[in-house]
Each structure stands twice: as C-alpha cells, then as structure tokens.
C-alpha cells in the first residue's frame, strides 16, 4: 500500500520497536509520528525530547523499513494565554531542530485558536485572529528556513485558518518554499451538505504544489459537526477520493487520520481493501 497511518492511533507507548513492528505487519508505508503520544512517557508528554531518542526510534523504523512523514507537533500557536503560546512556539522549534534526527523533513501543527479548548468560537474567525496565525506562522517558517526544514499547516473549520479563502491568504502572506500544507478535506467541512470529495478535488486544484500531505478519515454528521466513524461507516465515497489523489497528486503521502478504536481492525482491512483498489486503478492508468 502506498498509504501511511497516524501512528497514536495504535496503542502501542514508549516503545518504538513493537510499535512499527506492529505498523509494518499491518502493510503501512510510512506514518505520522507524534512523540507526544506515542513517546508520552520517555517524553513527559513531547516536552522533554532528546536527539539521542530520535535517533534510536528514527532507526527502528529504518530496521522495518517504515518512515515517519510528517512529525506531529500539533499545538495552539495562537494561544491566549501568551506564555503558553511561547512554550508551544518554541517546542514546535526543537521539533525542526530534531526533524532530520528522526529521518523527517516536515514538523506539522493546525493553526490555533482563540479558545484553548479549540471551541468554534466567533472571535477565531476574525481578521485579527487570521493575521494572528500569519503572524505565528511567518516566525515558524523563519526559523525554518534557517534550519533547513518545512513547517505544515493543517486547517480546519475551527480554526483561524478554514476555508479555502484563509488558506489562500496564509500562502500569499508567507510566499516561502518551507511553507506546507497538510489537506484534509473533511476538517473544512462546514455543513451536512458538504461534498468532501469536491472539496478535496478542488483543494487540490487550488494548493497542489503546497500540499506535502493528505489526511484521511471517515465520518456522519451530528449536531452541526463532523463526528469521525470507523472506516466504512461514515458518508464518504473514500475509493472516489483516492481515485481523486491517484488521478491529481499520484504517489503523494496519504495519511489514514483518527481511525477509531472502536472496530480498529475492521477499519483496518477496510483501509488495505481501498488502497488496494487505488493502486489497481493507478497501475491501470
């Protein structure tokens, strides 16, 4: 499969070795790692990360021939609480520092909130909360640039950045090569009406030469928002959306997101048959 999956969502902690021996056994390619998760003990939550430990889990997955593609970093860049927005600030910045010790060129985060329980909130969406996130952003990008490395935006409707107008601003604000974005369509979902593969088709269209990465996921839709469902269970047409990626952005990172626990290994062998399918029709081609 040429496909990856977020690799918290296996319960495997603080070790490395049984984690991407598990990763390797389920056919992944490649993962998004986030030593938040996954290394929450060894790391005092991804407080505490040392590049002796990127080494030795960047080798594990060497040894099983699994790569990490995007390194998770994700935290509230726009914090209000201002000395907690410094802290996520510089810890994303020891992320870039580390990102070639684990053998990855992209350290990712979503955008913030006003809220710090990421509560849709009116004042997000204001002028000066999107300045706010380009003002952030443009600093990461900055430190990127001087490290060597790439910083990935993730948007999403509670966001700052949520809509394809805002995406579109953020890039233009900050014209850098380090700058990336990682696409999930489902997160600018905005109504029970959206088409996630319409939105993911044209995302492309718009952003291709920005998106570094895919997000996917299942979900329904209850109470005016989007609740994730195991793979298969939810309303997308997911074979028309990697045929989408196959056809647009062919052998691009595609990272399966949130795959619930419930039902895991179901969704699991309904993740293989897709991408299956996908490669099938990618070989056909």
């Not at 979503?110 to 009116?122: H, I, K, N, Q």
Request: charged letters at 20%.
């Amino acid at each position: 499969m040429n496909c990856g999956i977020r690799a918290h969502d296996i319960q495997i902690v603080d070790n490395p070795d049984a984690l991407v021996s598990r990763i390797e056994a389920m056919g992944f390619d490649y993962v998004q790692f986030a030593p938040k998760f996954s290394l929450a003990g060894l790391t005092d939550q991804g407080n505490n990360l040392n590049f002796g430990l990127a080494n030795y889990t960047r080798q594990c997955f060497t040894d099983h021939d699994v790569s990490i593609a995007i390194l998770g970093c994700y935290s509230n860049i726009i914090h209000p609480d201002l000395k907690i927005r410094q802290q996520n600030l510089e810890r994303f910045i020891d992320y870039m520092s580390m990102a070639s010790t684990f053998g990855v060129p992209l350290v990712a985060t979503e955008t913030g909130s006003v809220d710090d329980l990421f509560l849709p909130r009116a004042a997000s969406y204001t002028p000066e909360a999107v300045d706010d996130v380009i003002e952030q952003v443009k600093y990461l990008v900055e430190q990127a640039e001087k490290i060597g490395c790439l910083v990935g935006i993730e948007p999403g409707v509670n966001h700052p950045i949520h809509d394809f107008a805002t995406i579109q601003q953020l890039l233009d604000a900050i014209p850098s090569p380090n700058l990336k974005l990682i696409f999930d369509a489902t997160n600018l979902v905005s109504s029970e009406k959206s088409d996630v593969v319409a939105i993911l088709r044209t995302g492309i269209q718009q952003f291709g030469r920005k998106i570094y990465a895919f997000h996917l996921k299942d979900y329904v839709y209850n109470d005016n928002h989007i609740q994730t469902v195991p793979v298969g269970d939810g309303v997308i047409d997911l074979a028309a959306a990697l045929q989408v990626i196959q056809e647009l952005a062919p052998y691009s990172y595609q990272v399966w997101d949130e795959v619930s626990a419930t039902n895991f290994e179901r969704s699991i062998r309904r993740i293989q048959e897709l991408e299956h399918e996908a490669d099938q029709h990618l070989i056909r081609k």
